[in-house]
């Protein structure tokens, strides 16, 4: 399992990726900022479904698509524009193209991008997580329980 971390240092927002188990270092060095990460270790901790959150403790898990969300905003807002241009121009079939082919777009993303478990409490992101029933999709009165965590 890999988990992907922030790094601790204030106004920093780099993000250090590493695996963990029981061969793995006690810690990373951010490439943004040089400071060094620590990695909770799980040294002979069998591959179960993620319960708790071996970096802060913490047991309230969701599951979203490993996909930058980023990238995703920018192609529906690219779609949108598009597709306004052309219904300005009067250029209703290239209109309705522009959104299918943005629909097409998301619906093979979908299929191609795997799962990520993230907590809750800290945003550490895990990597080929054994699958836990309990994990659902993100709840935002869950996330507002637990408001901006600093590390």
């Known amino acids: 399992m890999k988990i992907r971390l922030r790094c601790p240092r204030e106004h920093c927002g780099g993000r250090?990726?590493?695996a963990m188990g029981s061969a793995s270092a006690t810690s990373v060095?951010?490439?943004?900022?040089?400071?060094?990460v620590a990695i909770p270790r799980r040294a002979g901790e069998p591959a179960a479904a993620l319960e708790t959150c071996p970096r802060c403790g913490g047991r309230e898990f969701f599951v979203r698509r490993d996909f930058p969300q980023r990238l995703g905003l920018a192609v529906v807002i690219f779609?949108?524009?598009a597709s306004c241009i052309a219904f300005a121009l009067e250029r209703m079939i290239l209109t309705w193209s522009i959104l299918a082919a943005a629909v097409v777009i998301d619906a093979l993303l979908y299929l191609v991008t795997?799962?990520?478990t993230v907590c809750y409490r800290c945003r550490a992101e895990f990597e080929d997580a054994p699958y836990n029933a309990s994990h659902h999709g993100f709840d935002l009165a869950t996330s507002e329980?637990?408001?901006?965590y600093v590390p």
């Not at 060095?29 to 060094?36: D, E, F, K, M, Y």
């Not at 329980?145 to 901006?148: F, L, R, S």
């Open 114 to 116: 795997g799962t990520v």
């Open 16 to 18: 250090v990726t590493a």
């Open 29 to 36: 060095t951010c490439a943004r900022c040089g400071s060094a």
């Open 79 to 81: 779609a949108a524009l």
């Open 145 to 148: 329980k637990y408001g901006e």
